[in-house]
């Protein structure tokens, strides 16, 4: 009897010796440790990955929640203290992300989580918690945020106007320029549905298009925007579609670019070439109409009147002279029509 008393003992020693084998190996996978505060004797226990995370070592280093606060940053105690005392107060779960400082000075980030037993009289009696490493994932997090404000401060400051907006055409964000363009606060125009600035004759073809493009693929077209204070204008547009690999979440990105001005002068230039073929076009039917009736006339002189060398000389030189006329008044003319073809 007592040997299998002995026997099952020792099969429980193994079987607890390998879960806490597990258990430091999920703990060391994960870079998080157990931790126990016990409230009544006052006394704080660690597993082993905590000393590593903190940078302790277990046999010189002897926790408590004194010396668990003296390794977090003056500017950070108070928080993280209330924090913890509040979850004693409400019996809420401790959730809390914080900065410690190792011995060298280095800095780490580390996320903890806890639930508090109560007795019957509803006096706390222990904690039981887990604190994990977290600092890559923060690293990593202040990485893209800082990428993500030079890429604003860049978009802020650039020259020409810049909108994004999602998959129901809701402004996201603006530009400086962006909303000089349009006449209206970032404020106002972020939440707006973008293709409400457009012609309405263009609305539903932009819809269309934004909705048919693919990841990364650019749209170019020329719009005309409709600027409830300033009044219309065209502009020059590129949009640009992004997908997130994630969220499956759609993103457009558009540079925008004001060419009323040169529509304009284009116009005008349109309307000058066009003034310029009538007037040729007058002007050659009033020039060519006596040079014509000359060339018609000059062979007749020639034949029924008597004329003397020197006569006939100064007739062909006429006659030479007038079809020159002519052919530089259809050079005129057509140097005139293509122009206005090239335009």
């Not at 320029?177 to 309405?200: A, D, P």
């Not at 269309?208 to 990841?215: E, G, L, W």
């Not at 925007?225 to 300033?230: D, I, T």
């Amino acid at each position: 009897m007592l040997h299998l008393v002995q026997e099952r003992i020792s099969r429980l020693e193994q079987a607890l010796h390998d879960t806490e084998r597990k258990t430091q190996v999920l703990q060391q996978f994960a870079k998080a440790g157990i931790w126990e505060f016990d409230l009544v004797k006052n006394k704080l226990w660690w597993s082993s990955e905590i000393y590593k995370i903190f940078g302790k070592d277990p046999l010189e280093f002897q926790p408590s929640f004194a010396s668990f606060l003296a390794c977090i940053p003056e500017d950070e105690v108070e928080r993280v203290k209330k924090a913890y005392l509040y979850s004693l107060d409400s019996r809420a779960t401790y959730n809390i992300v914080h900065r410690i400082v190792l011995n060298d000075g280095s800095i780490r980030f580390v996320e903890e989580h806890c639930e508090t037993r109560f007795n019957a009289d509803g006096k706390p009696m222990y904690s039981i918690g887990t604190c994990q490493d977290i600092t890559e994932k923060q690293n990593a997090i202040q990485l893209i945020e800082e990428s993500a404000n030079r890429f604003q401060d860049m978009v802020a400051k650039a020259p020409l106007a810049y909108v994004s907006f999602d998959q129901e055409c809701r402004i996201t964000m603006v530009n400086e320029r962006f909303c000089e363009l349009i006449g209206e606060s970032s404020e106002s125009l972020v939440g707006k549905h973008f293709h409400q600035f457009l012609n309405k004759d263009q609305v539903e073809a932009f819809k269309k298009s934004i909705a048919n493009s693919k990841n990364a693929e650019e749209l170019t077209a020329d719009f005309t925007l409709v600027r409830p204070k300033l009044g219309p204008i065209i502009v020059a547009m590129t949009v640009k579609r992004y997908t997130s690999s994630l969220h499956q979440i759609d993103e457009f990105h558009g540079i925008l670019l004001d060419i009323t001005y040169i529509n304009t002068h284009q116009e005008k230039i349109k309307e000058q070439n066009q003034r310029l073929l009538d007037i040729a076009w007058s002007q050659s039917h009033i020039l060519r109409h006596p040079v014509t009736n000359l060339l018609g006339i000059l062979p007749l002189v020639k034949e029924e009147l008597s004329l003397n060398k020197a006569q006939i000389s100064l007739a062909d030189k006429i006659q030479v002279d007038l079809l020159n006329l002519d052919t530089s008044i259809h050079r005129i003319v057509n140097k005139c029509s293509s122009v206005k073809t090239k335009v």
